[in-house]
């Protein structure tokens, strides 16, 4: 079954021309051009991936992300115009799994999806094998086959960038990791600049936040400072 998509993008041009790329490597495409219609399409249909345009009426891209994130762990690729590194650090602060930036490659959007979208079933796989395989830690138990975090007994609700993080640092305790590190591992992007790394920043300050009893003395998740993060036992 081809795997379908969803483009949420205002510019017909450029929403025609993904559309048509995509079809013809195989894919079920719907295209929306406007915020909420995005959001509610998404929410309520089986899509196997989406692509955000951050500036939209009636809903940008970024909210669009986090609404969806909260209940869904489909890949997300955000679009933009602009090639600033902080709109790239907010899309992935949101849950998004990718950002490329206007104008590009149709070859290279194709690229990348059919990359995420073997990354997620090989995930999807991996976990599907491993029945109820947890981790239990000091109150922390993270159940990787339902991909759920709980702390004393209170579920936690984590973007799939979040859990695949705290999850990889959780099977390798005690050992330091540098940024980059943990970038190639959980983003597996083959280049990447310094708004990149930026991200895994964000996203260890997301992961205390609602992990941790005391997000500033963190008993988790420990920065070594100069060097990285690890992860405490």
Known sequence: M??????????????????DYLELNGFEVDTDSEGKKGLKDALENDYNLLILDIMLPGLDGFEICKKVREV???PIIMVSAKK?????IKGLGFGADDYITKPFSPNELVARIKAHLARFERLSGDNAGRGNETIEI???KIDKASR??????????LTKKEFDLLTFLAEHPDRVFEKEELFNKIWEM????DGDIATVTVHIKKIREKIEEDATNPQYIETIWGKG???KV
């Open 2 to 19: 081809a795997a379908r998509i969803l483009i949420v993008e205002d510019d017909a041009s450029i929403s025609e021309l993904e559309k």
């Open 72 to 74: 869904k762990n489909i």
């Open 84 to 88: 600033e590194d902080i709109d790239k």
């Open 138 to 140: 000091r109150g922390l």
């Open 148 to 157: 759920r975090v709980f702390i004393n007994g209170n579920e936690k609700n």
């Open 190 to 193: 083959e280049s990447y600049s």
């Open 229 to 231: 993060y690890r992860f």
